[in-house]
């Protein structure tokens, strides 16, 4: 099965920005849509942004205009751009098709700070 390896977290002030990668084991060209989700401590885990094979997105509406998704399916790889970020966006981000059906990697720690 295709596992899943996120990258690219850290502790960032409020209003900085961290590009968050996703880097898979095997093909994602059969998987039509993957996403990033995030676990803040205390709450379940909740879906951010997606994107589909043909470059479609959707996001969560506390992040749209704020983090973008993308998708290299040569490198089998998908990112998260973060800007403008904000104490709220603290969690643990995680990557996987969408619904989810992958194994869950480690996740990537982001802190924001005001």
């Known amino acids: 099965q295709v596992q899943l390896v996120e990258s690219g977290g850290g502790l960032v002030q409020a209003g900085g920005s961290l590009r968050l990668s996703c880097v898979a084991s095997?093909?994602?060209?059969?998987?039509?849509?993957m996403a990033w989700y995030r676990q803040a401590v205390g709450k379940q885990r909740e879906l951010v942004a997606a994107v589909t094979n043909d470059g479609r997105t959707n996001y969560q509406h506390s992040v749209k205009g704020r983090f973008t998704i993308s998708r290299d399916n040569i490198k089998k790889t998908v990112y998260l751009q973060m800007s403008s970020l904000e104490p709220e966006d603290t969690a643990v981000y995680y990557c996987?098709?969408?619904?989810?059906?992958?194994?869950w990697g480690q996740g990537t720690q982001v802190t924001v700070i005001s």
């Open positions: 095997g093909s994602i060209f059969s998987i039509n849509v």
């Open positions: 996987n098709g969408d619904p989810p059906f992958l194994a």
